[in-house]
């Protein structure tokens, strides 16, 4: 349950699937919830928030310019 979340962006990784996301997603939300497996009565929301860390991480791997530079 300690492990560390992998890096998921370039140069780290060259492309992140679905899958990596997901698993970063589910190392995360047992982190946070401290516990590896949910009760059956919290289940569903632990899938839930699974989903959604799942989703949020896509969100923010597709909208990073990584090796872009910015002017001041």
Do not use: H
């Not at 349950?1 to 699937?17: D, F, G, N, V």
């Not at 047992?30 to 959604?52: H, L």
Request: aromatic fraction near 4%.
């Amino acid at each position: 349950m300690c492990r560390s979340i992998k890096t998921l962006r370039p140069p780290y990784l060259e492309q992140a699937t679905d899958d990596d996301m997901a698993a970063a997603a589910l190392q995360y939300v047992r982190k946070v919830a401290g516990m590896r497996k949910p009760s059956r009565a919290n289940e569903a929301q632990f899938t839930e928030a699974v989903e959604e860390v799942t989703a949020a991480t896509k969100k923010l791997l597709d909208s990073l310019c990584v090796g872009a530079r910015t002017s001041a």
